[in-house]
């Protein structure tokens, strides 16, 4: 058999590495994140009024401290009767702010969480709805680790981002603006000296951000990378065993996840000297607004404000160092969420890489429906199932026979390597043929190319006449039951698997169709029959049990051609016998394509085919073939003497 091979390297998270590097952040993929938003317009809405509201509150509440000393504390200090009713008022207005400021934030945060999981609702729909239109050979370049790593650390970075980054990152703006405001409101001399703090803070972290955004980006592939081998670990957890290699295992992942820490560790101990450094600042800042608030208060030094205000004044200044808190703030908030947002850019540009994957391109025309057929042969479609196929081309009708031909057909995974040269094959309705010969030959890759799974380089490929690409590909591969080596069971109930064949087959068609593989014994011998619910692939069965199972699926399905590829090869010769009945009662009536590595599976076919290094040697039937003593013979005798 051969595979499509792997080209380029490629990052833990799939995808070329250099896809997303250096930390910088791409306007496109920023744009397209910002697309999911629409769908929520009144929501963003209603948070963005939530966070103005709260921002405004902060600052209103700083304001509001210079108005309640300067015109409510101070004159109390001077009276002989002090009355209170108006600092009880002042304060109960304070109160009223800063319940408006908790409430916004509170329902902001709220309506946030909403919307974030609804969008990666959203964008996980979307990535699976697209994998379904991708075509085998993705994922035949691509690990399942690099695949599930879009679902799991991609979107997470995404929902942090939505969630809290850019919430953070409006409201960090919508404060700075409001508090800069409100300090020329009060002092335009110590507003100056906030600023020339602010941008010393500034440039200081931006060369720490600029240092530590690249190591989150290396450790976000890094946790792809060690999930990634986690996962391939644990579904080869017996070969582990088997094999003793769990000592080589463990190298290989204590060198992945040393890489995962050091990345991590740069990364986040950069990311952490921000916020002492921003905090330092501020105390420094304080420190200076005080002295300076006071000197020019005592010495008298014009003020210079929007208010008109000629002196600092106590309550100036204590508003003023609570406003050079909060303008340095949000500078500390916008800085740790930088590295937030680099590692959610990164996960968007991987799982927009995904997304802009070709799909598998279909242009067939012709559709496979359902028929009655006249006395005269003449074909009518229907819409109930009358065991007879047809293919419909426009308005005419083509019954569905099984024939199937594959003429000169010369085939390749990339371009210049080819794996299949000149192959002609002629299968007759309801023969059996067997494809046969060493690992690599390229047995399964004919019938990849029967399923459309990859499309022939030269050559053509015809059924019932008509060239398979003009066939739909979903028409095509519902005519066309395959059973394959390795079993695929999903959780669920056994009719519920058997019934993936035919997603309409009732629990009756179901349960005939087990009968007719010699499965339906085994199966009510389970603790609920046919209710039985399977986990774990299947785990609890034997393998050919299993087998069984999937063989049942394709016969629910009532394909007129059948691909058996090895569906007998992992399996002990007393089970195979079983399965062997199981699979000669489903190809009674069909054209058959047996790929096998057990010759006695074969020997009953009607032709078989040899094939050596992507070519047909030798082609006839079991006699034949043994009485011109070539390849078929030697295999032949060689199991003979092994058995």
Not at 69 to 79: R, S
Not at 119 to 141: C, G, N, S
Not at 179 to 208: D, E, N, P, Q
Not at 246 to 258: L, R
Request: charged share 20%.
């Amino acid at each position: 058999m051969s595979k499509a091979p792997v080209h380029g390297p490629k990052g833990p998270g799939g995808g070329p590495r250099q896809m997303y590097s250096g930390g910088k952040l791409d306007k496109e993929t920023a744009k397209r994140i910002l697309t999911y938003l629409k769908p929520y317009k009144v929501r963003m809405v209603f948070v963005i009024i939530c966070v103005f509201i709260s921002s405004i509150a902060s600052v209103a509440s700083s304001l509001f401290m210079r108005t309640l000393i300067d015109e409510h504390i101070a004159p109390l200090l001077l009276e002989a009767v002090p009355s209170y009713s108006g600092l009880l008022n002042a304060i109960c207005t304070m109160a009223c702010i800063f319940v408006a400021g908790i409430l916004a934030s509170f329902f902001c945060n709220r309506t946030m969480a909403i919307v974030s999981q609804n969008i990666l609702r959203d964008v996980r729909d979307e990535m699976f709805a697209h994998m379904q239109t991708l075509p085998v050979k993705y994922f035949d370049q691509r690990t399942h680790g690099e695949v599930m790593s879009h679902y799991t650390n991609d979107t997470d970075t995404l929902r942090q981002m939505i969630s809290q980054s850019l919430p953070n990152f409006f409201s960090s703006v919508i404060s700075m603006i409001a508090v800069f405001v409100s300090m020329i409101h009060l002092s335009i001399w110590l507003t100056l000296v906030t600023i020339l703090f602010t941008v010393l803070a500034m440039f200081m972290v931006g060369k720490l951000a600029g240092k530590s955004s690249g190591y989150f980006i290396k450790q976000q592939q890094s946790i792809a990378d060690v999930n990634g081998y986690i996962e391939e670990m644990v579904n080869g957890l017996k070969v582990v065993k088997v094999f003793c290699h769990e000592e080589k295992a463990q190298e290989i992942f204590d060198v992945k996840n040393e890489d995962l820490r050091e990345n991590w560790t740069k990364a986040n101990i950069l990311a952490n000297i921000v916020m002492p450094l921003m905090g330092s600042v501020g105390h420094i800042l304080y420190v200076v607004i005080a002295v300076v608030g006071g000197f020019m208060g005592i010495a008298g030094v014009p003020n210079l404000s929007v208010m008109g205000e000629p002196t600092v004044t106590l309550g100036t200044i204590a508003s003023f160092l609570i406003l050079s808190r909060n303008f340095i703030n949000p500078i500390t908030q916008m800085s740790q969420q930088l590295n937030s947002v680099i590692m959610a850019m990164a996960g968007a540009a991987r799982i927009f890489k995904l997304l802009d994957e070709p799909g598998e391109e279909d242009h067939g025309t012709v559709t496979l429906v359902n028929a009655r057929k006249a006395e005269d042969g003449s074909l009518t479609e229907c819409r109930e199932h009358t065991g007879t196929w047809a293919w419909k081309d426009g308005d005419a009708l083509t019954e569905v026979r099984g024939k199937i031909n594959l003429t000169e057909v010369d085939f390749g995974y990339v371009d210049d390597v080819m794996v299949l040269h000149d192959i002609t094959v002629y299968a007759e309705p309801g023969q059996k043929v067997a494809l046969v010969g060493a690992t690599g030959a390229g047995k399964t890759t004919i019938t990849n190319l029967i399923n459309r799974f990859y499309d022939i380089d030269d050559g053509k490929i015809l059924y019932d006449g008509i060239q398979i690409n003009r066939i739909r590909k979903e028409d095509l591969r519902r005519s066309l039951g395959v059973v394959l080596q390795d079993v695929n069971l999903f959780t669920g109930t056994v009719m519920e698997n058997i019934r993936y064949g035919k997603l309409d087959a009732t629990d009756e068609e179901c349960i005939a169709a087990a009968k007719l593989v010699n499965a339906d014994g085994f199966i009510r011998m389970l603790p609920k029959g046919y209710d039985t619910v399977l986990e774990g692939d299947g785990s609890g069965l034997s393998q050919g049990q299993r087998q069984l199972i999937s063989i049942a699926r394709a016969a629910v399905a009532d394909p007129p051609v059948m691909i058996l590829d090895e569906a007998t090869s992992s399996i002990d010769t007393r089970t195979e016998s079983i399965v062997q009945r199981g699979m000669d009662n489903l190809m009674h009536g069909r054209t058959v394509f047996v790929i096998a590595h057990r010759l006695s599976t074969v020997q009953n076919s009607d032709v078989i085919m040899v094939m050596e290094n992507g070519r047909i040697i030798e082609r006839g039937d079991h006699n034949r073939l043994i009485e011109e003593k070539g390849k078929y013979y030697q295999l032949y005798m060689g199991a003979f003497e092994l058995e």
